[in-house]
């Protein structure tokens, strides 16, 4: 069947879009702070229980689909429902900060790079909304893709594979 979901255009990025990562980018974040953050959840929690509900409602709000149903569009089409994925949007911009923070990230390297990646997808992601901006939105949720996967092959491939067998 037809379809335009962003489900379907990760597939297709994932293989592409892998985000170039150099390294010795300057975040520096002070391991030896002495702020009492609580890093009791773990990545795996952070993951299953925060950031991938949020990527999902993003996910499941792009797009179209044609089926024997007929063409249904994924948008939001009220503003409370674009206000609601500005706020998952907004998580996704924190949860880049959450993975960042010290006894989390796993090094002060690529991960902080793909910790940015997050906030940036998420902050492309809120204007989109904010502007109820449809292909924007739609760009964003890609781009997003991109960075979870860029990550989870670089630190956890076989969640990649969890992912396009479902
Ligand atoms: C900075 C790196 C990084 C980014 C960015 C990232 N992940 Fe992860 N993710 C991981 C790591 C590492 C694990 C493995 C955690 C473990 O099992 O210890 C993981 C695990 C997962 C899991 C499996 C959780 C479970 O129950 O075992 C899911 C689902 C997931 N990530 C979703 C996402 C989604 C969705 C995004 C993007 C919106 C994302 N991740 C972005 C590093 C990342």
New binding site residues.
């Given amino acids: 069947m037809p379809i335009r979901t962003l489900s379907r255009a990760m597939l297709l990025l994932a293989s592409s879009l892998l985000i170039a990562c150099s390294g010795g980018d300057d975040a520096e974040p002070d391991a030896q702070s002495a702020t009492p953050y609580n890093t009791s959840l ?4 952070l ?2 229980l925060i ?2 509900p ?3 409602v993003l996910w499941d709000s792009g797009g179209w689909v044609l089926d024997s149903a007929g063409y249904e569009e994924l948008y939001p089409t009220t503003d409370d429902g674009w206000e609601y994925v500005r706020a998952q949007s907004a998580l ?1 911009v924190e ?2 900060n959450l ?1 960042a923070l010290p006894g989390r ?2 090094d002060n390297d690529a ?1 902080m790079i ?2 940015e ?2 906030m940036e ?1 998420g902050l492309r992601s809120m204007a989109a909304a904010e502007a109820q901006d449809e292909e924007e939105f739609f760009q964003a949720g890609a781009q ?2 991109s ?6 092959q ?3 491939p076989d ?1 990649n594979n ?2 396009t067998s479902d």
């Fill in positions: 773990s990545v795996q929690e993951m299953a950031i991938e949020a990527a999902d996704i949860t880049g993975l990230a796993e991960w793909y910790s990646g997050m997808a997003l893709y960075v979870c996967s860029a990550c989870h670089a630190y956890n969640i969890r992912f």
